[in-house]
């Protein structure tokens, strides 16, 4: 299956890697051309306003805006941040799902961190899921045809899906653990039979 990454900024290599590891066929994309024949698209971690304003420059705002009306997309972190319809800042967004996110929500002190939590909806179930946040968001409002998907013990939001759209606060390409990239590419995998 071919999966894309969106190289313009950010860890793009490691979710290549990570893919790579499950035996997809990766396309690091850079030009709207670059979308074809892909089966799913991974919006990296990194900085939003910059891959948001590159977006635009390299043409590709409305080129993925079109593909994710019928293909699987997985933004994590600044990635999670341009999949959503409102940040309460101005900045360029896809504004693919149905969620509004608020950047940098926890703090200064403490905007990096690392939790264990159990994820009962990967394959397999267990063990709990090594969560890494770096300057992450918090998916503050959940709406319309989007759903909460994971949140952390305090109830706040870390992960939303809407049909083949993902979007994850933290780094799973951050770590050894595949889970949800597998996750992600039976998506893809999905969405490439409709
Ligand atoms: N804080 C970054 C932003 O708002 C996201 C950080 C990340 O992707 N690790 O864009």
Request: charged fraction near 20%; include cysteine; charge should be negative.
């Amino acid at each position: 299956m071919k999966i894309g990454v969106l190289a313009l900024q950010g860890d793009f290599r490691e979710h290549r890697i990570s893919l790579e590891k499950l035996g997809a066929d990766v396309t690091e994309v850079r030009l709207p051309q670059q979308l074809q024949d892909l089966s799913g698209l991974i919006l990296p971690g990194g900085e939003s306003t910059t891959i948001g304003k590159l977006l635009i420059a390299y043409e590709l705002m409305d080129a993925v805006r079109v593909f994710g009306q019928t293909k699987a997309v997985w933004g994590t972190c600044a990635g999670a941040i341009l999949m959503a319809k409102s940040v309460g800042a101005n900045q360029p967004l896809l504004e693919l799902m149905d969620i509004t996110v608020q950047r940098n929500a926890f703090g200064r002190q403490i905007d990096s961190f690392e939790i264990n939590l159990p994820v009962p909806f990967l394959t397999p179930p267990e063990p709990d899921y090594h969560l890494t946040f770096i300057r992450g968001p918090i998916i503050s409002e959940v709406y319309g045809n989007a759903q909460p998907l994971l949140s952390l013990p305090d109830g706040r939001i870390i992960a939303a899906q809407q049909g083949k759209l993902l979007a994850t606060s933290f780094h799973p390409e951050l770590t050894d653990d595949l889970r949800f990239h597998s996750y992600f590419l039976e998506l893809a995998k999905s969405a490439s039979v409709n």
